[in-house]
């Protein structure tokens, strides 16, 4: 067993891990530095994957990691604060390998996702709600 910390709001708690678990985990998700679009969709996919689990702790610890890892890489490859919200969009789209298709359900139509890509249609802030919980990001991208 190893033992690690977990931060929860202002409290610290320890919390073992199974070495071997954790082991077999890290061996099926293969979590590295992330060096080029491809990475980080798959580490994307991988975190999707956990995002809506009731995590064990050594789920939870990859799940860290992995995140880490994909902020790492966001932070040296998105240069978001000059951004616009519809450049924003633009970057996570082709970063995930997404067409306009893929957002007709969240945004609500072809035609809005078209006016939106194309600028003629700034996001609204119900879209902006929808696009972050379907990218799991902060809504104030999009804003």
């Known amino acids: 067993m190893l033992n690690t910390t977990r931060k929860s709001g202002n409290r610290t708690a320890a919390v073992k891990i199974d070495a071997r678990k954790y082991g077999r985990l890290l061996a099926r998700t293969l979590p590295v530095a992330i060096d080029s679009p491809e990475e980080h969709r798959h580490m994307l996919a991988e975190v999707d994957k956990l995002f809506e689990k ?79 919980e379907y990218f799991k990001v902060s809504v104030d991208l999009f804003i």
């Not at 860290?64 to 000059?82: G, P, R, T």
């Not at 306009?100 to 996702?113: A, E, N, T």
């Not at 890509?117 to 119900?126: D, T």
């Open 54 to 132: 009731d995590l064990s702790p050594e789920e939870a610890k990859l799940f860290d990691l992995m995140v880490a890892l994909i902020e790492d890489y966001e932070d040296k490859h998105f240069q978001l604060n000059a951004a616009t919200p519809l450049t924003i969009l633009q970057e996570i789209m082709e970063n995930r390998g997404l067409t306009p298709r893929d957002l007709w359900d969240v945004v609500g139509s072809k035609s809005r996702v078209s006016e939106i890509l194309s600028g003629h249609r700034n996001i609204s802030k119900s879209q902006a709600k929808k696009l972050a």
